[in-house]
């Protein structure tokens, strides 16, 4: 091992773990000489109510084709519910702890069944049917899941879309992927404050005449509008209809759900995900990346409306008949050792989060720890972004008390589960690299140039062959899926990562490449942020690039030209802020506004993205070639008025 801080795994790992490193270096080395046969056994983790005989079709050239099992059919729900019933109905599946930490339950694998088959029915009962789009825009709460698996269940595909967004940001991914029923709850609860979730759905849907049906879980008992014909209470549907509802057959390649990401350009793209193939590695990759054994109790901090919460609240760990909490409330709420109060509270085993909430828990000191006892952990996980060192060392020894190994996982929207990532009873870890790829990944490294590079090395981050979670399709273009992934490096599933490579094998991810940042470990689009802003009145232009963020990673720094005659207030600056809140969401919401009377561009009118990027980082000195600037006095100004931090 080359020089950076190792640790070992831990020997209680290595004893229990369901893979050593030598058998590591086995399953991965069968997994590429034979990559349909690894994955052809990999697949019959699930129930095929007809099993397939095809395991692998691949083309990452021309239109670009990806089917996995794809002549089997399967139903996602019955195996998160229905095939545990015979040993686990009495089993909790679902653990919830309220964002008030007074409440919490328990939910039987039995009782989801229930749960599920009312939902599946209400959603009958509304006219959806197999194919039909159904958006979910919901709190952490357990009818999130029922919802998500009543649309597996009778084969309607769910954008869930998480709470919060604005209702603009609702509306447009509403109207993309045509969805006529939404599911949501009068209000969330976060952090002691209200979430009003019904309200940003009824301003939303002032732009969706479509929408047919709105079903309203009651969470809070707030004052909501009903309108009539249109929204409905779900526990009074719930009343109405029977809690069995037969699992539709469902192809693997059918779709299982979209969820919306944000990519260099555009509008968020709705990527899709299908069923068999996404399950299998969902499946997967929770039983060996988190050790899953019998009886563990584990927990994933992230919310349901991103991937995480998708593949690793729901359905990896219920596939795999796991007991799995769900979470409605936030780290620091009511004080700094919530998340370390729940886990001695539930037992929790498996501890998985994000790098910025460690880097806020981590700003409190370790008093709000040991208030706790911590005894019940045994692995602790990573994800979102890259862990700085110090964040991953703190997260090892005042979480885990040296005793539980880390994984710190690398992964995507698009690739529906881990990818990348240390396996707790094989790897020696490092702290800040994902280590290595798991079994059926094969991770490359190229220049710009697209050349593969060997060994130890630094570039952008290929994956050079399929896996079945990958993502298919952008929901309604192909073409930009095409594009998006495939074109930059032919042959090759471009992941918009850079990356390097030591000596010892290990991958370190750098971050994004593209113009994509990754605020708290959420992903987002420059140009949606600037094209929020130049929606004000009062903008004529705006850039945005990321910047060092302590606790977020990245932040969010805007330079904004203003239309001729406004006059750049504190007011203005924080209007804008404001505004983009209400445009996108708060996660957009920019953490620095510089006034820019002009924007560094080319002669052909490009802005230099990377000179803003320079000046955001406080690398001012060292701006490269500004020759090619229209007007480089530009760039002066821009640096004699730069954000304090
Ligand atoms: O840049 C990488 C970063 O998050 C991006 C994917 O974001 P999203 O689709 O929102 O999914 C997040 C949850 C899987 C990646 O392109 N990223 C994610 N995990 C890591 C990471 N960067 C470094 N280390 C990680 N463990």
């Not at 779900?234 to 192809?251: F, L, Q, R």
């Not at 060996?288 to 919310?303: L, P, S």
Request: net charge neutral; hydrophobic share 35%; aromatic share 10%.
């Amino acid at each position: 091992m080359s020089d950076q801080q190792v640790f070992d795994v831990p020997a209680s790992s290595a004893a229990r773990a369901l893979v050593n490193a030598a058998q590591y270096d086995a399953m991965y080395k069968k997994s590429v000489e034979d990559n349909a046969g690894f994955w052809g056994e990999q697949g019959r983790r699930v129930d095929w109510i007809k099993p397939y005989t095809q395991v692998k079709d691949v083309d990452y050239t021309g239109a670009v084709r990806i089917r996995w099992y794809h002549d089997g059919t399967l139903n996602v729900a019955a195996n998160c519910i229905d095939r545990h019933l015979a040993k686990r109905a009495k089993q909790t599946a679902i653990i919830w702890e309220g964002d008030d930490p007074s409440e919490s339950k328990h939910i039987t694998y039995g009782e989801l069944a229930e749960h599920v088959g009312r939902m599946s029915n209400v959603l009958k009962a509304k006219g959806v049917k197999k194919g039909d789009r159904v958006t979910i825009y919901m709190p952490m709460i357990p009818e999130a899941a029922y919802a998500m698996l009543a649309c597996a269940r009778i084969g309607a595909v769910h954008s869930v879309v998480f709470g919060g967004f604005s209702p603009d940001s609702l509306a447009g991914r509403i109207v993309d992927c045509d969805s006529r029923v939404v599911i949501t709850a009068d209000e969330g609860l976060r952090g002691g404050k209200k979430v009003p979730l019904k309200a940003n759905v009824d301003a939303a849907l002032k732009q969706c005449p479509d929408v047919s049906a709105c079903i309203v879980v009651k969470r809070t008992g707030g004052n909501v509008e009903m309108k009539s014909g249109r929204d409905v209470w779900y526990h009074e549907e719930a009343a109405k209809v029977s809690p069995d509802c037969p699992a539709e057959a469902m192809n693997a390649e059918d779709p299982l759900f979209i969820l919306y990401t944000s990519g260099s350009t555009g509008k968020p793209k709705g990527v899709l995900h299908t069923s068999g193939g996404y399950l299998v590695y969902a499946s997967f990759t929770h039983q060996y990346v988190f050790d899953y054994h019998e009886g563990d109790i584990y927990w994933c901090t992230a919310d349901v409306g991103w991937v995480t919460g998708h593949s690793y609240i729901v359905y990896g760990p219920l596939a795999n008949g796991a007991t799995t909490l769900m979470f409605e409330g936030v780290p620091n709420y009511p004080d700094s050792s919530r998340f370390w109060q729940v886990c001695d509270k539930h037992k929790v085993n498996i501890f998985y989060t994000a790098p910025t909430a460690i880097r806020a828990l981590m700003r409190e000191g370790e008093a709000p720890v040991q208030k706790c006892k911590l005894d019940s952990l045994r692995l602790l996980g990573s994800v979102g972004e890259p862990i700085n060192p110090e964040a991953w060392l703190w997260y090892h020894r005042v979480i885990g008390k040296n005793r539980c190994p880390i994984v710190d996982t690398w992964w995507q929207t698009e690739t529906g589960g881990i990818l990348i990532s240390p396996l707790p009873g094989a790897t020696k870890t490092k702290p800040g690299s994902a280590t290595k790829p798991l079994p059926g990944v094969m991770p490359q490294i190229v220049d710009a140039n697209g050349n593969v590079l060997e060994g130890a090395c630094e570039g952008n981050l290929c994956i050079a062959d399929s896996w079945p979670g990958q993502m298919r399709t952008v929901y309604g273009d192909h073409k930009r899926f095409a594009e998006t992934y495939f074109s930059a490096y032919p042959g090759k599933y471009f992941t918009g990562d850079g990356c390097r490579r030591d000596a010892d094998g290990y991958y370190w991810i750098t971050g994004r490449v593209d113009d994509v940042i990754n605020v708290s470990g959420h992903r987002m689009g420059t140009a949606e942020v600037e094209s929020a802003l130049v929606a004000h009145p009062q903008v004529a232009e705006a850039a945005v690039v990321g910047y060092p963020h302590d606790i977020k990673g990245q932040g969010i720094y805007a330079y904004v030209t203003l239309k001729t005659g406004v006059t750049a207030t504190e007011e203005l600056r924080k209007e804008l802020v404001l505004w983009v809140r209400k445009e996108i969401g708060p996660i957009a919401a920019p953490d620095l506004i510089q006034w820019a009377p002009g924007l560094p561009k080319t002669r052909s009118g490009k802005i230099m993205r990377r000179i803003l990027r320079k000046i955001a980082e406080n690398e001012y000195g060292a701006l490269g070639d500004t020759s090619t600037l229209a007007d480089p006095n530009v760039v002066t100004d821009l640096v004699d008025n730069r954000m304090n931090r």
